[in-house]
């Protein structure tokens, strides 16, 4: 059973940061794309950023791109997102989701490729 455990979220003001963990099994770990999604009330989930096993590729949405940060602590398993000079519009529940590795396609994986997703972590921007 692959379990993704997310936290670090809560409540900033614009501006500020935070970072978000999302734990997980030495072999999910290695065995997966990970990638982290957020979705805002009556808004469609964003894929935010993309990491591929072992960090050798990221990937980061346009809207987040030179603010936000993902990387890897191969000891720990655990998949961060830093999050720097947040915004209000980035207020959402944040997402960790692993995609199983592949031979080929695109990169990064497509949403319909992340089939093992975390609990959320809520994280709130105020102006």
């Known amino acids: 059973q692959v379990q993704l455990v997310e936290s670090g979220g809560g409540s900033v003001q614009a501006g500020g940061s935070l970072r978000l963990s999302c734990k997980t099994s030495i072999y999910t770990y290695n065995s997966n794309y990970m990638g982290w999604f957020r979705q805002a009330p009556g808004k469609e989930r964003e894929g935010v950023a993309h990491i591929s096993a072992r960090g050798g590729r990221t990937y980061y949405a346009n809207s987040v791109k030179g603010r936000f940060a993902i990387s890897q602590d191969n000891a720990k398993s655990t998949v961060y997102l830093q999050m720097n000079s947040l915004k209000p519009e980035d207020t959402a529940m944040y997402y960790c989701?692993?995609?199983?590795?592949?031979?080929?396609?695109?990169?990064?994986?497509?949403?319909?490729?992340?089939?093992?997703w975390g609990q959320g972590t809520q994280v709130t921007v105020s102006s």
């Open positions: 989701a692993a995609a199983p590795l592949r031979l080929g396609g695109s990169w990064p994986p497509l949403a319909y490729e992340y089939n093992y």
